[in-house]
Each structure stands twice: as structure tokens, then as C-alpha cells.
């Protein structure tokens, strides 16, 4: 199966930070993270992500990977 561009992974950073009622400086500074790095995987502009910025993003907000990601349906 060819690698999709754009690909159909989602991330609801915003919607857990809001839920939290945690800034994206917060998690930066927290995570260790930097802020333009964040902002890229929060508007779903990242093509990769360390398997380490995860765990840490996951310790912060108290969430799983699925809770962090989503994969949007295929239009018709």
C-alpha cells in the first residue's frame, strides 16, 4: 500500500490541552518540547513523531496514543 500524502492521521493535542486546561507553553516547557515543534504535531502539520516526544506528551496529559491520534475515515 503507497504511503498517502497528505496522510489521515489526526491529532487531538488542542482538544486534550483544552480539556486539561493546560497551555501549549505548559506542555512545552513540561515535555521539553519545543513550542514551534508542538505547534506543528497540534495543527497536524508533523510528518513524524519520536516515539519518545510521545511518551512524554502521554505522561503530561495523562492519555493513551489512541486519545492523542486519531485516522480519518477515506472520503468517498
Known amino acids: ?10 491529532c487531538h493535542l ?10 501549549l507553553t505548559a506542555l512545552s516547557e513540561e515535555v521539553g518540547v ?3 515543534n508542538l505547534s506543528v504535531l497540534k495543527n497536524n502539520r508533523a510528518k513524524a513523531v ?3 516526544t510521545l511518551t512524554a ?6 492519555c493513551s496514543v489512541g486519545d492523542l491520534f486519531s485516522v480519518a475515515s477515506v472520503p468517498e
Open 1 to 10: 500500500m503507497p504511503v498517502e500524502d497528505p496522510h489521515r492521521v489526526v
Open 14 to 23: 488542542d482538544r486534550l490541552l483544552e480539556a486539561r486546561g493546560m497551555t
Open 34 to 36: 519545543s513550542l514551534v
Open 50 to 52: 519520536r516515539f519518545a
Open 57 to 62: 506528551i502521554c505522561s503530561a496529559l495523562d
